[in-house]
């Protein structure tokens, strides 16, 4: 998701987009520790994805848990 639509997103909805993207960064390193993730290239895309989204909550004053 691009940083447009993030800041475009309500609080709620924001935070449940970082759940989301935690989620899939998971499930990534799971498959990468047992040899079944192919493209790695997702790992980087999903940390990246966290952090444009976490930088946003930091902006608005969120409070950000796992």
Do not use: C, V, W, Y
Request: proline share 2%; glycine share 10%.
């Amino acid at each position: 998701m691009k940083p447009t639509e993030l800041r475009d997103l309500s609080e709620t909805e924001l935070a449940e987009q970082i759940k989301i993207a935690r989620r899939e960064l998971l499930g990534l390193r799971f498959q990468h520790a047992t040899g079944e993730l192919d493209n790695t290239a997702g790992l980087r895309r999903a940390k990246k994805e966290i952090a444009r989204a976490l930088g946003i909550a930091g902006e608005r004053g969120m409070e950000t848990r796992s």
